[in-house]
């Protein structure tokens, strides 16, 4: 394999890295990258290497790196001051613009990162509707909480509803507060939201999960199931929320959740998140006028900051401008095509998943419509194929291409060629 070239400067970074940090790095990726800067589709390591950046700071960078309506917004705002926690006018004018873009938003709560929200979301679930239990999806992931890390990756799944724990440190009662249904298995999870209406509080879903679009009419059977049973469901946007449209995935399915959580984009690359719901959900966050019993305590020092609210509004700001989601929908596309034929061209079995604004290449010969089915994926190769284009000038995360609306016809032309490389190095 082509190697890139550390210098000694970036090799004693990454040796400070291994002694003041746990695994030497911030836990979030797997390569030993330390990024010097980035601007519009491309990032420079500590080491002066260039790449053409598909992880895109895992997804809020969606204009691109130290956009200049980006930057401009945020040094103004950091000249008159970072953080105030009382509110503030601009994060009020980003509560707006997401009441008037995301369809299922009458009432914003801000809160400082996407596990925040989605935590927040069913807990205001369980407060509205008097109950405990969540159903999640096997396999969907949302953020860090003890109840959102249940069978998100199960080396062993368990029979459904059954949750299993991602990681040692939740209380063993966790579990049986999660009910744990198949992704795209229709009737499988109607039945489950059925014989578990009168203790479910809510269901939470990843509308695309990871990079698994949902199969035609599984939104909608959820939509009708909980609506029928009289349970919000809370569709977990922080990753689809303003990147599959200005709507986000409600708009580009075309389905309304009663909640949902946004994170990455609507901070512009700054700690905001948020929660975001019907008016009569919602109203749980505000004790005068709420029972006492059901009012949801909601406090946090950096929510609604004012310079992270200053980015995610230049941000949605570009997203506003005609041909912007085509843009980037043809940019994913040229790259998802040319990923398939390049995987073709190299007698490779494997299927390339998502929608054009994120996707990735899961090396495996059959079908994927759920967790399951990506258990018998080849994940060395996925490794491989990440560090082949790595040293070919390509950044990416473990399992996902972030396309961004800076991405020129020259960074695609050139990820194509990598791809071809990279393939053939992998194929040989
Ligand atoms: C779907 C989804 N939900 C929640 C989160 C958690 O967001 P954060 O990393 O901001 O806590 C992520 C992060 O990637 C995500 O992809």
Known sequence: MRQRQVDNVEQCIIERARKVLPSGGFGNVSFDVVVAK??????????GNEYIDYLLGSGPMLVGHAHPDVTKAVQEQVAKGSTFFANNALGIELAEAIVNGVPCAEKVRFVSSGTEATFYAMRVARAYRGRDKILKFEGGFHGMSDY???????????????????????????????????????????????????????????PLQRMIPPK????????????????????DEVVTGFRFAYGGAQEFYGVEPDLCALGKVIGGGYPLAAIAGSEEVMAVFDAASVEPERSVKQIGTLSGNPV??????????????????????????????????????????????????????????????????TLGADGEMSKRFNSELLARGILKGDHKFYVSLAHTDEDVAKTLDAFDGALAAVAA
């Open 38 to 47: 980035g601007k519009g589709g491309h990032v420079w390591d500590e080491s």
């Open 148 to 206: 959102a890390l249940m069978s998100m990756a199960p080396a062993k799944p368990s029979n459904f509803p059954q949750a299993v724990p991602d990681t040692a440190g939740i209380p063993e009662k966790v579990s049986d507060e999660m009910l744990i249904a198949p992704f795209n298995d229709t009737e499988t999870a109607i039945d489950l939201i059925r014989e578990h209406a009168n203790e479910l509080a809510a269901v939470i879903v990843e």
């Open 216 to 235: 035609e009419g599984f939104l909608e059977a959820l939509r009708d199931a909980t609506r029928d049973a009289g349970l919000p469901l809370i569709f």
């Open 308 to 373: 992270a609210a200053a980015a995610g509004l230049a941000t949605i700001e570009v997203l506003k401008q005609p041909g912007v989601y085509a843009k980037v929908f043809a940019t994913g596309r040229k790259l998802m095509d040319g990923l398939k034929a390049s995987l073709a061209k190299h007698g490779i079995q494997a299927q390339v998943l998502g929608e054009p604004p994120m996707f990735d290449v899961v090396f495996t010969p059959r079908e994927i419509n759920d967790y399951r089915s």
